[in-house]
């Protein structure tokens, strides 16, 4: 907290934060009346402080940060099968994206360890598939685009030869 016993000193706000350079001289070349009326440049005031501030002080009515009480609630009961439901009808996700067509599926939700362990095995192996058939349709596409570029550059070549014939 602010000191309240501490008090601004006289003349504090009399001190300016910049004062003219005093090592700084007229140039030589400097023309009055083509150039106006010179002025110094100024510097940054060693004697000023910035804004006055009273002193920081320890509070002394400060008791330390505030505790909350903790009161029992007299209708709290517990249950621990409290997350356990016959049936899930639906899974809600939330999802913020900036581009469109994320697509969500093979959402599991079970108790049993060995159910998710055949469902990831089983998923994996499906990936994997997808995955060398997406490679597969890749590099067919990009042998077929090299084959296009190479036909393009033999035309271009036969074009050129043809013009140089002809001058």
């Known amino acids: 907290m602010d000191d309240p016993d501490d008090k601004k000193p006289d003349g504090?706000?009399?001190?300016?934060?910049?004062?003219?350079?005093?090592?700084?001289?007229?140039?030589?070349?400097?023309?009055?009346?083509?150039?106006?009326?010179?002025?110094?440049?100024?510097?940054?005031?060693?004697?000023?402080?910035?804004?006055?501030?009273?002193?920081?002080?320890?509070?002394?009515?400060?008791?330390?940060?505030?505790?909350?009480?903790?009161?029992?609630?007299p209708k709290y009961a517990s249950n621990d099968k409290l997350y356990q439901y016959n049936s899930f009808g639906a899974v809600g996700i939330e999802v913020w994206q900036v581009k469109a067509g994320t697509i969500f599926d093979n959402i599991l939700v079970t108790d049993s360890v060995e159910e998710a362990a055949t469902a990831r095995a089983k998923y994996a192996s499906r990936k994997d598939t997808e995955a060398a058939l997406e490679k597969v349709e890749r590099e067919a596409k990009e042998a077929e685009q090299k084959a296009q570029a190479e036909k393009e550059a033999a035309e271009k070549g036969t074009e050129e030869a043809e013009e140089k014939d002809d001058l």
Request: overall charge negative; cysteine-free; hydrophobic content about 30%.
């Open 12 to 73: 504090y706000d009399d001190i300016p934060a910049t004062i003219v350079d005093p090592e700084a001289k007229k140039p030589e070349d400097w023309d009055d009346e083509l150039d106006g009326e010179w002025e110094a440049p100024t510097i940054s005031n060693p004697a000023f402080k910035g804004p006055w501030r009273a002193k920081r002080i320890d509070n002394p009515a400060y008791k330390g940060p505030w505790v909350h009480p903790q009161i029992d609630n």
